[in-house]
Each structure stands twice: as structure tokens, then as C-alpha cells.
């Protein structure tokens, strides 16, 4: 078999534009499509009715060439679900806007192992059949001989406006009965927003030029119809008006395809002027029939001078030789079309260095129709091989081409880069070809080689590549059959792209997807699937799976103190500790969190997870390092063990609840869940189903808590708070259901009863205690702040209750101030523009910093009662408490101190110049009726 490499071969494929092999196959346009929708090959046919290069469809989404896309796409998923579709109505838009109907006909073509690969569709243009006349006869009778037997409707209508006569024809077209159709108006036909061009049709002069105008008719059943109507008036004998002749013909189609094409084309002459390399149609007898914006700035020519000129006006003596040349080859069949080198005639009368690939295009019955020519500037090109090859490398595009007859090979110089071989080398040849790609891939191409050789069917394949030097890689192949002038197939051809990078981000987005991104290890999606996959073995094995739930002990006080860089340093050598701990085949995930979780599969015996657990134990008893410091943070462990009934859930909930009871226990220990345990679920279970039902029977009710002015003693404020009548008798505070709540949604309509509660009761106060100007405090919860209905419930209850904004105050905590979504930053303003004050419940806990609470407006800072139990024995709280009231008086942000439980504490408060204090010292929580009396009450105040 000779094998040579062809030096014109260095050029990249898709820009050398080989002509394809379909070109000569059919005027009709003929398209193969890919399963992801988009345009894989075309033939000449499509390139003339769509304008576009053969570049620009290739790759696109194939639905964007039509005027009805959704349409488009309905056909082609039909012709995967039956296999075919047959005269298949749709529209395409030319670059010119023009339009062209046409009936598809397609089918589903499948690789060698069945697979459906895609899919085949030809177009037959329809676009001027079925074109009535519809001049009328002056004779009554002459019509309707004419109109009985005319595709379209005609009617006859009165001075009126009625119809007196109506076609057989419109119970085919429209679906009404003739008799039915005597009954309607033109009016009550018309779509009401053609209404006004129908009106001025028959508005018409008599006597004048028939006018015809395209409206919407509706059908019986209720949908339109594009029709193009024409009115001429009819005259008696005398002359005199005496009708209306109305004529109807479907142009429905027509106009879809129409207004299809008039988009199509509009994106492909953008898609052809974006294109960044010269592009033509150039006649038969070498005149230009359009050109793009590229081919216009190459020459320095404008369009008009492009439109008056032949294309022997821009080669040289010795280029329009050689162009005549080829052209006459083309034209006598010899080749199908031709790639060289050569040069044009710029505006400036500089000859401009070019690479010309030029195709002829022929017609259904094989006659030529016109050539279609790309023209790249190859200056730069010449100037240095260099660039040239080093272009080549980064495009990591490479392409051959095979000839049949001879088996003579040709590749580009990128193609042999990619797999590693020798450019000054031929080619190997087809038995050598296995040893670059994977056993799997080299079978898959060897048989698409095949298939494609045979059936002229192509193919596009995802390859793994195995250099010479060991080294793997991936490339995108895409290959087809060129055939002669007889039909038959001469050569195969395609390209391939070097993918290697897109597999490596794409392995790279599944680390991602599926691993905690700090420490490498699983996340909780794959960690689920890890344990279902034992479950499955030990089921079937008859062994034991254990699952054991890490979480280090006071975590949170090391991103408190240090950081969370020093945070995330600690959880990355936990992370490495305990791997160390496990077997090579066991799972340890990290869900989220300072906790960690291990999966130990194929367990004969429930001593073997107790003996990770212990050395996990003591592994975490020696302390971490962090610079110069040791970081101590022992783990607590909880152990479940599967049985048969078990699922992926139960057994991280269970070793969940066991964690808990450790911890719970004293740290620094390993708990096994137990049965006994199993209570603790069961009744957050019950206490879900209490709750649900404890809104609707009445058993919520609204307290309200004092918050003190420190200088006079006097209430200023209340906090509204939940608090559950409970079926037992007991009265249970919000702090014993709300983690239930939240965990099942059902925060959401408790906290829009408390909302809605508190707003009619402040409204009530401010009715019957005018002088008090008392503020009530709400709170907000994370997953209400998150609800784009919420503004809409505020300017309902303000509307409803007539009550001054200003005596309202939302409180949130500094968790969602920090993290809050898009939607929560709106509500924030929202409350602020609405004239609400808004208040940080628990401040200090979550580092909220200066410029969160400017931006958000924020009014009230509420210090956290951590900081206040301690603030008279601990010189640090005590700075931290006098700093955020620094803080408030320069920002101009109210300070209110919670959890004042002692008069100490109340003093120590009043002397750092705290204005507003709230806590058990002055009252708890009390029933609203309660209020009015601690209103009139006036507290001590401890001397600061």
C-alpha cells in the first residue's frame, strides 16, 4: 500500500473546507443530525437554501435554521421515537430572509451496534404549490362552477357584511359547514389582531386593484390558520355595488416557513459575517453572487464594487490561469474540489498571499449550480512556518484522509502530535493503527472505519489514545465517506480534536461532585451510594457493615480563637489521621461539618469497628500543630452496626444518635447505638406530629418578654415569643420544639401565625396605650427571610392593621445577616423601606462585620447572653461587651444586652452607659394580657 504525506495536508481541516461528499448528491437539502440535536453534516442543498457556510451549520443546534424551532425539534424527537417521519411540514429561513417551505422526510440512522446514532433527514421544497387563482368569472354561474372546485374558500358576502354563499371547500379548509358559514360575519372569522387589515380590505375601492393581505381565519375548532385573503366587489349589470366575492387560500405553511427563515436568515448572515475567513458564492460564469464582511475587509472592497465585478478581477495573470484551470476541472467532474495556494488583488493593488479552497455545487440531476470559495489569508502563515505549525498545536485539531483505491494516507502535522509520532514519518498504516488507541476504543473505530467504507454512513467517536511513550490522552474523532461523481465511495476523510484537557476537567468536576473539596474525601452523595453498595454485599455475604460517626470535640473553639484557616488545617489533618486508621478498602466521608464518617464493609465480626473506633480515639488524643501551637481536640464516636432490614439512611442516623450520646457522655469516647436510642427518634418523631397538629387546634399561643430601659426602669420593648400549650398540660418554650420545626418546614407557618399574632397585638397596644410608643420585637427565621412572598405579607398586615411601622422591629440572627441569599437581602431592604427596624438577635456569635451591618441597615444590636453571664468575672467578655457597645454609639445602632439575670450584671451594664437590658432579672416571658401591668411597672435600677 503507497503511503505518502501530502504537504498541502498541514492545513486544518475545518478551514480548508474539503468539499463533502453530499454536495453532488441532491438539490434537495439533506442534513445528518446528532442525538444531542446538532448538525453533523449538510449538503450543498442546505448550504443554498440556508446561506450558511457549510462551517457554521456543522456543530450548531439544527432546530435554528427554521421558522418554527419548536417544531423542529417535535420532528426530530418523532423520528426517534418511530423511527422515521414522513412529509414532515416545515419552513427554513434563507440569509436573505427568504423563506422555503418544505416537507421532511426522515429517519434514524445506528451505529454498528445498534445504537441509534442520530438522525437523516432530506427536505422537499413545496413552497409554490397549490397557488389558486382566484379570479373570478363574471357570470354567477362560471363561479361557482369555479369555486366548487377551487382548493381554496370562497364567499360570497353582502353589502352587510353577511355571508350569503360559502364554497363546499370550507368545511375541507376551515371545517365549518357551508350552511354553518352562512351564519358567521367576516368579522367574527378574523383573528382580532388582523382585524384592522381585513377591514381595509374590504374597504377597498371598487373598481381597483384586487388587494390581497395574509390574516389568521379561525377554524371550527377553535385554532388559526394563516390565509391569504383577497375582496373584489360584485356589480350588477348596471354597475351598481351589490357584493363582496371573499377568497381564502391556506397559506399556513407557507407563512410559518416564511417567518421562519426571515429569523434563520438573520443569524446566518450574522453567523457568515462573524466568520473570521473570506467567504464567497461566485456564479458559474465567475461573477461574485455575495460575499462576506471578512472577504470585503481582506480586499478593501465594498459590496457594491463586489456585485459588479467577476472574480478574475482580484487574481494576478499567472493566479487566473490556474483558477481557470480548476474551475474547468470541477466543471468536467475530474475532482470535487481543490485547495491552493494563491494570491488577490487588494483594493490597494497589493497582492495578498492566500490559501483558496473552492467546491462547485451541483443540482439534484447533477448539473453545476454555482462554487462556493473560502479564501484565508495565509501572510503571517508565510512569514514563518513556525507560527504556522505552533497555531496548528493549539488548536489541537488535526485531519487525514484516506484514499480507497490506493490506500494512500495523508495526515496533518497536529494529528501527528497528538499521537506522539514522528512528522517526518508516513503514517501507519491500518494494522499498526491499533497500538495508538485503548483495546475498547481501537475496536470501536476499526468498526465505524467499516461501516462508514461501507454504507457512506458517518461517525464521530470519543477515543483513548495510547502513545509511543506510554503516555494516554483523549481525542474526539469524526469521520465520513467522499464520493466520486458516480455515486461511489472514493475516500474516507475526518478530523480529530484533542479533548485530553475537557476529560480532565470533566474526571475534575466529578471529584468535585462528589468530594468534600477541603479534604479530598466523599461527600455525603457519594458516602449514601458507598453504603448501599456494602449493604448489598453484607446482605449477600451474610457479613456485617459498620458505619461510625467522627465529630471533633469543642471543633468551634479553634475557629473561635485562631480561625478558620487554622479550622480548616486541623479538619485536613483529621481527615488524614483517621484514613490512616481504616483499612485500604473502607470509606471514610466527610459529610460536612467537623464530622467525619467511616464505612467498614464485609465485617465477620462487630470487634473489628470497635478496634478503628479505639485507635481513631487515640489518634486524636495527641494534640494537632498549628505553627508553634498545639491544638488539642480529642473526637466522639458513635458506632451502628447494619442487620438485614437496614438502609443507608438508618445507619448514619443511628451512628448520628450514638455520636450524640457520646458527647453527651463526657467526649473523648465511643458510643454503639442501642434500641434504647431509638426512642430519641421515635419521639422527635411524635413531637413532628404534635407540632403539625398543634397550630390547627389552637395550642400556640404569643408571650411577650420586657426589655428595660437601664436609666429609668421603665418597659420599652417586648420580644414576641412562641411558646406550645402542650396536650400534657405543661407549657413548653420555643427553645424545646424549634430544631423539630425548622428541620421539617413547619417554622414557615408558625412563624407566619407568630407574625401575623404579633402585628394585631401591637396594633391593640397602640390603640389603647397611645403614650406608650411601645415597640414589639418579632423574629424571623432563616427559612422565612428566604420566602419571596414575605414583603407581600408585610404590606398586607400594614394595610390591614393601620399600624406605624416604627412600633414593629424584626429581629434576625447574625447567621443569616452573614450567609443570607439574594432573595433574603432583598427582604432586608424591603423591611428597611417599609420603615421597620430591623435588630441582630445573639450578636457575637457569627463575627457579622461593620460593613454587614451598613448595608443592611441594621437598628438594633442584641448581645448575646453567653457574653453576659460572664461579664463580671471575665475581663475578656467584659472588653468584648464594651466594644460592641463602642461600636453602636459611633455606627448610631441601638445596643440591648439579653440574659440579665443578676444585678450585677445590670449594674455592670448601666455603668459601661448600656441603655436597654433583657432578662429574667426584670421578668420572663408573660401572656399579652400580662403587658399592660408591667407597663405601669417601674424596675430598680442598680447603680453603674
Same mark, same amino acid.
Given at each position: 500500500?503507497?503511503?505518502?504525506?501530502?504537504?498541502?495536508?498541514?492545513?486544518?481541516?475545518?478551514?480548508?473546507?474539503?468539499?463533502?461528499?453530499?454536495?453532488?448528491?441532491?438539490?434537495?437539502?439533506?442534513?445528518?443530525?446528532?442525538?444531542?440535536?446538532?448538525?453533523?453534516?449538510?449538503?450543498?442543498?442546505?448550504?443554498?437554501?440556508?446561506?450558511?457556510?457549510?462551517?457554521?451549520?456543522?456543530?450548531?443546534?439544527?432546530?435554528?435554521?427554521?421558522?418554527?424551532?419548536?417544531?423542529?425539534?417535535?420532528?426530530?424527537?418523532?423520528?426517534?421515537?418511530? #423511527?422515521?417521519? @414522513?412529509?414532515?411540514?416545515?419552513?427554513?429561513?434563507?440569509?436573505?430572509?427568504?423563506?422555503?417551505?418544505?416537507?421532511?422526510?426522515?429517519?434514524?440512522?445506528?451505529?454498528?451496534?445498534?445504537?441509534?446514532?442520530?438522525?437523516?433527514?432530506?427536505?422537499?421544497?413545496?413552497?409554490?404549490?397549490?397557488?389558486?387563482?382566484?379570479?373570478?368569472?363574471?357570470?354567477?354561474?362560471?363561479?361557482?362552477?369555479?369555486?366548487?372546485?377551487?382548493?381554496?374558500?370562497?364567499?360570497?358576502?353582502?353589502?352587510?357584511?353577511?355571508?350569503?354563499?360559502?364554497?363546499?371547500?370550507?368545511?375541507?379548509?376551515?371545517?365549518?359547514?357551508?350552511?354553518?358559514?352562512? @351564519?358567521?360575519?367576516?368579522? +367574527?372569522?378574523?383573528?382580532?389582531?388582523?382585524?384592522?387589515?381585513?377591514?381595509?380590505?374590504?374597504?377597498?375601492?371598487? #373598481? #381597483?386593484?384586487?388587494?390581497?393581505?395574509?390574516?389568521?381565519?379561525?377554524?371550527?375548532?377553535?385554532?388559526?390558520?394563516?390565509?391569504?385573503?383577497?375582496?373584489?366587489?360584485?356589480?350588477?349589470? +348596471?354597475?351598481?355595488?351589490?357584493?363582496?366575492?371573499? &377568497?381564502?387560500?391556506?397559506?399556513?405553511?407557507?407563512?410559518?416557513?416564511?417567518?421562519?427563515?426571515?429569523?434563520?436568515?438573520?443569524?446566518?448572515?450574522?453567523?457568515?459575517?462573524?466568520?473570521?475567513?473570506?467567504?464567497?458564492?461566485?456564479?458559474?460564469?465567475?461573477?461574485?453572487?455575495?460575499?462576506?464582511?471578512?472577504?470585503?475587509?481582506?480586499?478593501? %472592497?465594498?459590496?457594491?464594487?463586489?456585485?459588479?465585478?467577476?472574480?478574475?478581477?482580484?487574481? @494576478?495573470?499567472?493566479?487566473?490561469?490556474?483558477?481557470?484551470?480548476?474551475?474547468?476541472?470541477?466543471?468536467?467532474?475530474?475532482?470535487?474540489?481543490?485547495?491552493?495556494?494563491? $494570491?488577490?488583488?487588494?483594493?490597494?493593488?497589493?497582492?495578498?498571499?492566500?490559501?483558496?479552497?473552492?467546491?462547485?455545487?451541483?443540482?439534484?440531476?447533477?448539473?453545476?449550480?454555482?462554487?462556493?470559495?473560502?479564501?484565508?489569508?495565509?501572510?503571517?502563515?508565510?512569514?514563518?512556518?513556525?507560527?504556522?505549525?505552533?497555531?496548528?498545536?493549539?488548536?489541537?485539531?488535526?485531519?487525514?484522509?484516506?484514499?480507497?483505491?490506493?490506500?494512500?494516507?495523508?495526515?496533518?502535522?497536529?494529528?501527528?502530535?497528538?499521537?506522539?509520532?514522528? !512528522?517526518?514519518?508516513?503514517?501507519?498504516?491500518?494494522?499498526?493503527?491499533?497500538?495508538?488507541?485503548?483495546?475498547?476504543?481501537?475496536?470501536?473505530?476499526?468498526?465505524?472505519?467499516?461501516?462508514?467504507?461501507?454504507?457512506?454512513?458517518?461517525?464521530?467517536?470519543?477515543?483513548?489514545?495510547?502513545?509511543?511513550?506510554?503516555?494516554?490522552?483523549?481525542?474526539?474523532?469524526?469521520?465520513?465517506?467522499?464520493?466520486?461523481?458516480?455515486?461511489?465511495?472514493?475516500?474516507?476523510?475526518?478530523?480529530?480534536?484533542?479533548?485530553?484537557?475537557?476529560?480532565?476537567?470533566?474526571?475534575?468536576?466529578?471529584?468535585?461532585? &462528589?468530594?468534600?473539596?477541603?479534604?479530598?474525601?466523599?461527600? %455525603?452523595?457519594?458516602?449514601?451510594?458507598?453504603?448501599?453498595?456494602?449493604?448489598?454485599?453484607?446482605?449477600?455475604?451474610?457479613?456485617?457493615?459498620?458505619?461510625?460517626?467522627?465529630?471533633? *470535640?469543642?471543633?468551634?473553639?479553634?475557629?473561635?480563637?485562631?480561625?478558620?484557616?487554622?479550622?480548616?488545617?486541623?479538619?485536613?489533618?483529621?481527615?488524614?489521621?483517621? &484514613? *490512616?486508621?481504616?483499612?485500604?478498602?473502607?470509606?471514610?466521608?466527610? !459529610?460536612?461539618?467537623?464530622?467525619?464518617?467511616?464505612?467498614?464493609?464485609?465485617?465477620?465480626?462487630?470487634?473489628?469497628?470497635?478496634?478503628?473506633?479505639?485507635?481513631?480515639?487515640?489518634?486524636?488524643?495527641?494534640?494537632?500543630?498549628?505553627?508553634?501551637?498545639?491544638?488539642?481536640?480529642?473526637?466522639?464516636?458513635?458506632?451502628?452496626?447494619?442487620?438485614?432490614?437496614?438502609?443507608?439512611?438508618?445507619?448514619?442516623?443511628?451512628?448520628?444518635?450514638?455520636?450524640?450520646?457520646?458527647? $453527651?457522655?463526657?467526649?473523648?469516647?465511643?458510643?454503639?447505638?442501642?434500641?434504647?436510642?431509638?426512642?430519641?427518634?421515635?419521639?422527635?418523631?411524635?413531637?413532628?406530629?404534635?407540632?403539625?397538629?398543634?397550630?390547627?387546634?389552637?395550642?400556640?399561643?404569643?408571650?411577650?418578654? !420586657?426589655?428595660?430601659?437601664?436609666?429609668?426602669?421603665?418597659?420599652?420593648?417586648?420580644?414576641? /415569643?412562641?411558646?406550645?400549650?402542650?396536650?400534657?398540660?405543661?407549657?413548653?418554650?420555643?427553645?424545646?420544639?424549634?430544631?423539630?420545626?425548622?428541620?421539617?418546614?413547619?417554622?414557615?407557618?408558625?412563624?407566619?401565625?407568630?407574625?401575623?399574632?404579633?402585628?394585631?397585638?401591637?396594633?391593640?397596644?397602640?390603640?389603647?396605650?397611645?403614650?406608650?410608643?411601645?415597640? @414589639?420585637?418579632?423574629?424571623?427565621?432563616?427559612?422565612?427571610?428566604?420566602?419571596?412572598?414575605?414583603?407581600?405579607?408585610?404590606?398586607?398586615?400594614?394595610?390591614?392593621?393601620?399600624?406605624?411601622?416604627?412600633?414593629?422591629?424584626?429581629?434576625?440572627?447574625?447567621?443569616?445577616?452573614?450567609?443570607?441569599?439574594?432573595?433574603?437581602?432583598?427582604?432586608?431592604?424591603?423591611?428597611?423601606?417599609?420603615?421597620?427596624?430591623?435588630?441582630?438577635?445573639?450578636?457575637?456569635?457569627?463575627?457579622? +462585620?461593620?460593613?454587614?451591618?451598613? *448595608?443592611?441597615?441594621?437598628?438594633?444590636?442584641?448581645? *448575646?447572653?453567653?457574653?453576659?453571664?460572664?461579664?463580671?468575672?471575665? !475581663?475578656?467578655?467584659?472588653?468584648?461587651?464594651?466594644?460592641?457597645?463602642?461600636?453602636?454609639?459611633?455606627?448610631?445602632?441601638?445596643?440591648?444586652?439579653?440574659?440579665?439575670?443578676?444585678?450585677?450584671?445590670?449594674?455592670?451594664?448601666?455603668?459601661?452607659?448600656?441603655?436597654?437590658?433583657?432578662?429574667?432579672?426584670?421578668?420572663?416571658?408573660?401572656?399579652? +394580657?400580662?403587658?399592660?401591668?408591667? /407597663?405601669?411597672?417601674?424596675?430598680?435600677?442598680?447603680?453603674?
Amino acid at each position: 500500500m503507497a503511503i505518502e504525506r501530502d504537504p498541502g495536508a498541514d492545513i486544518d481541516f475545518r478551514d480548508s473546507g474539503y468539499a463533502r461528499s453530499l454536495i453532488e448528491a441532491s438539490l434537495d437539502p439533506l442534513v445528518t443530525i446528532g442525538v444531542d440535536g446538532r448538525i453533523m453534516d449538510v449538503n450543498a442543498a442546505t448550504v443554498q437554501v440556508t446561506g450558511q457556510a457549510r462551517q457554521a451549520l456543522i456543530g450548531s443546534d439544527f432546530s435554528d435554521y427554521f421558522t418554527d424551532p419548536e417544531r423542529a425539534r417535535a420532528g426530530y424527537l418523532q423520528a426517534f421515537d418511530q #423511527g422515521q417521519v @414522513t412529509d414532515y411540514p416545515l419552513a427554513i429561513r434563507h440569509v436573505s430572509d427568504a423563506l422555503t417551505e418544505v416537507l421532511y422526510n426522515a429517519a434514524v440512522y445506528r451505529h454498528a451496534d445498534g445504537e441509534v446514532a442520530g438522525v437523516f433527514a432530506a427536505a422537499r421544497d413545496v413552497t409554490e404549490q397549490r397557488r389558486i387563482s382566484d379570479a373570478l368569472a363574471l357570470s354567477e354561474e362560471r363561479f361557482r362552477l369555479v369555486a366548487e372546485n377551487t382548493e381554496g374558500v370562497v364567499l360570497l358576502v353582502s353589502l352587510s357584511g353577511e355571508v350569503t354563499w360559502a364554497s363546499p371547500s370550507v368545511e375541507r379548509t376551515l371545517g365549518y359547514t357551508a350552511d354553518e358559514a352562512l @351564519t358567521m360575519t367576516g368579522a +367574527s372569522l378574523v383573528h382580532p389582531d388582523d382585524l384592522s387589515l381585513a377591514q381595509a380590505l374590504w374597504a377597498s375601492p371598487p #373598481g #381597483g386593484e384586487a388587494v390581497e393581505r395574509e390574516v389568521r381565519v379561525r377554524r371550527k375548532d377553535g385554532q388559526y390558520r394563516w390565509m391569504l385573503a383577497s375582496a373584489r366587489w360584485a356589480t350588477d349589470p +348596471s354597475g351598481a355595488v351589490v357584493g363582496r366575492v371573499d &377568497t381564502l387560500r391556506d397559506v399556513h405553511k407557507a407563512v410559518l416557513a416564511r417567518q421562519e427563515i426571515a429569523r434563520s436568515e438573520h443569524t446566518l448572515r450574522t453567523a457568515m459575517n462573524a466568520a473570521p475567513q473570506g467567504m464567497a458564492f461566485v456564479g458559474l460564469d465567475g461573477r461574485f453572487m455575495g460575499a462576506n464582511e471578512a472577504l470585503r475587509h481582506l480586499l478593501g %472592497r465594498s459590496q457594491e464594487w463586489l456585485d459588479g465585478h467577476w472574480v478574475s478581477d482580484l487574481f @494576478t495573470a499567472a493566479g487566473l490561469e490556474r483558477d481557470l484551470g480548476i474551475r474547468a476541472r470541477l466543471l468536467s467532474g475530474d475532482a470535487e474540489f481543490d485547495i491552493h495556494d494563491c $494570491e488577490l488583488v487588494t483594493a490597494s493593488g497589493a497582492a495578498r498571499p492566500i490559501m483558496h479552497s473552492i467546491g462547485l455545487v451541483r443540482g439534484e440531476d447533477g448539473q453545476p449550480l454555482f462554487y462556493v470559495s473560502q479564501y484565508h489569508d495565509v501572510t503571517e502563515e508565510r512569514r514563518t512556518q513556525a507560527s504556522l505549525v505552533e497555531a496548528q498545536r493549539m488548536a489541537h485539531v488535526g485531519s487525514w484522509r484516506m484514499d480507497v483505491a490506493s490506500g494512500r494516507v495523508v495526515w496533518t502535522l497536529e494529528l501527528y502530535r497528538m499521537l506522539g509520532l514522528d !512528522p517526518g514519518q508516513p503514517p501507519p498504516d491500518y494494522e499498526e493503527h491499533g497500538k495508538l488507541f485503548a483495546p475498547e476504543s481501537w475496536a470501536r473505530l476499526s468498526t465505524s472505519l467499516a461501516h462508514t467504507q461501507e454504507t457512506g454512513e458517518p461517525y464521530e467517536l470519543e477515543l483513548e489514545i495510547v502513545r509511543p511513550d506510554g503516555t494516554r490522552g483523549w481525542m474526539l474523532v469524526r469521520g465520513e465517506a467522499v464520493r466520486g461523481p458516480s455515486g461511489a465511495i472514493v475516500a474516507l476523510q475526518g478530523v480529530a480534536l484533542d479533548i485530553t484537557g475537557r476529560k480532565r476537567d470533566e474526571a475534575a468536576l466529578r471529584q468535585l461532585a &462528589t468530594h468534600d473539596s477541603l479534604t479530598g474525601l466523599p461527600n %455525603r452523595f457519594e458516602l449514601l451510594g458507598e453504603i448501599k453498595r456494602a449493604l448489598h454485599v453484607s446482605r449477600r455475604e451474610t457479613s456485617i457493615t459498620a458505619v461510625l460517626m467522627v465529630d471533633l *470535640d469543642r471543633f468551634k473553639n479553634i475557629n473561635d480563637t485562631l480561625g478558620h484557616s487554622a479550622g480548616d488545617e486541623v479538619l485536613q489533618a483529621a481527615a488524614q489521621r483517621i &484514613t *490512616d486508621c481504616v483499612r485500604g478498602g473502607d470509606l471514610v466521608a466527610r !459529610p460536612g461539618g467537623d464530622e467525619f464518617v467511616i464505612v467498614l464493609r464485609d465485617l465477620a465480626d462487630p470487634q473489628a469497628a470497635r478496634s478503628v473506633a479505639e485507635r481513631i480515639l487515640d489518634a486524636f488524643r495527641v494534640p494537632f500543630k498549628h505553627h508553634d501551637a498545639e491544638l488539642v481536640t480529642t473526637a466522639s464516636i458513635g458506632i451502628a452496626f447494619s442487620d438485614a432490614a437496614s438502609e443507608e439512611d438508618d445507619l448514619v442516623r443511628e451512628a448520628d444518635i450514638a455520636m450524640y450520646a457520646a458527647k $453527651e457522655g463526657g467526649r473523648d469516647r465511643t458510643v454503639e447505638f442501642s434500641e434504647g436510642m431509638r426512642a430519641i427518634v421515635e419521639s422527635r418523631m411524635i413531637a413532628e406530629v404534635e407540632l403539625r397538629h398543634a397550630l390547627e387546634r389552637g395550642e400556640l399561643d404569643v408571650w411577650y418578654q !420586657p426589655e428595660v430601659d437601664l436609666g429609668t426602669g421603665s418597659v420599652v420593648a417586648v420580644e414576641a /415569643l412562641l411558646r406550645w400549650h402542650h396536650p400534657d398540660g405543661g407549657v413548653r418554650s420555643a427553645s424545646t420544639f424549634i430544631e423539630v420545626a425548622e428541620e421539617t418546614g413547619l417554622i414557615l407557618g408558625m412563624g407566619d401565625w407568630v407574625m401575623r399574632t404579633a402585628f394585631a397585638q401591637a396594633a391593640t397596644w397602640a390603640k389603647e396605650l397611645p403614650d406608650r410608643h411601645l415597640t @414589639t420585637r418579632i423574629n424571623l427565621s432563616a427559612l422565612q427571610l428566604s420566602e419571596s412572598t414575605l414583603l407581600a405579607t408585610l404590606d398586607e398586615l400594614l394595610a390591614s392593621g393601620g399600624l406605624d411601622p416604627a412600633r414593629l422591629c424584626f429581629e434576625i440572627t447574625e447567621t443569616v445577616l452573614l450567609a443570607g441569599s439574594s432573595t433574603v437581602r432583598e427582604n432586608l431592604a424591603g423591611i428597611h423601606e417599609r420603615g421597620f427596624c430591623v435588630a441582630i438577635d445573639d450578636f457575637g456569635t457569627a463575627y457579622a +462585620s461593620l460593613a454587614s451591618l451598613r *448595608d443592611h441597615h441594621v437598628d438594633v444590636i442584641k448581645i *448575646d447572653r453567653s457574653f453576659i453571664s460572664s461579664l463580671t468575672v471575665d !475581663p475578656h467578655d467584659r472588653l468584648l461587651v464594651a466594644s460592641i457597645l463602642a461600636m453602636g454609639l459611633t455606627l448610631g445602632i441601638d445596643v440591648v444586652a439579653e440574659g440579665v439575670e443578676r444585678d450585677d450584671q445590670a449594674s455592670a451594664l448601666r455603668g459601661m452607659r448600656c441603655r436597654t437590658a433583657q432578662g429574667f432579672l426584670y421578668s420572663q416571658a408573660v401572656p399579652a +394580657s400580662e403587658i399592660p401591668a408591667l /407597663l405601669d411597672t417601674c424596675f430598680a435600677i442598680a447603680a453603674g
